[in-house]
């Protein structure tokens, strides 16, 4: 286990962060926070994409899907998962959840995520680019963004 981690459970630091990774190769620079005792609940675990940098006039249009990898070896996997779109208008600006997912699902005893003191988690970032559907119906732009 990484020191940084175990600093944040035991309370010595609030979060971990990624490493910057980008939307595409000339796409906006993101990195990700997970808070192990929560951001504003210590009884979950808060996970957030933040926007790193890029113009000040360029809006991030965005679905994020995070996903908490099943290591249990069976057939039929139970990711968790959970996705949220919005806009990320500045550097710093951020979208997650503050409650992702209840640490007691995480502290029992064989569960489903947690081999070997580790965890997976993706993160999927699908950049909505609004000019590519303002042709279409209302309803079918909100049917685009919301699909992930």
């Not at 939307?23 to 504003?40: C, D, N």
């Not at 959970?82 to 997650?96: A, I, P």
Request: hydrophobic residues 35%.
């Amino acid at each position: 286990m990484s020191d940084e981690i175990q600093e944040n459970i035991d309370g010595n630091k609030p979060c971990v962060n990624s490493r910057p990774f980008q939307t595409s190769i000339r796409g906006h620079r993101l990195w990700a926070r997970v808070y192990f005792h929560g951001k504003t609940n210590p009884k979950f675990i808060s996970v957030h994409v933040h926007r790193n940098f890029g113009p000040a006039d360029d809006i991030l249009d965005a679905a994020v899907k995070f996903v908490l990898i099943d290591q249990n070896t069976s057939n039929s996997p139970e990711h968790y998962t959970e996705s949220c779109t919005g806009k990320m208008d500045d550097v710093g600006s951020c979208l997650g959840f503050d409650n992702f997912i209840d640490k007691k699902m995480l502290e029992e005893k064989g569960n489903r995520y947690v081999r070997n003191d580790s965890i997976y988690l993706l993160i999927y970032v699908k950049q909505i680019d609004q000019e590519k559907i303002a042709h279409l119906p209302k309803y079918v732009q909100d049917a685009v963004k919301n699909f992930f």
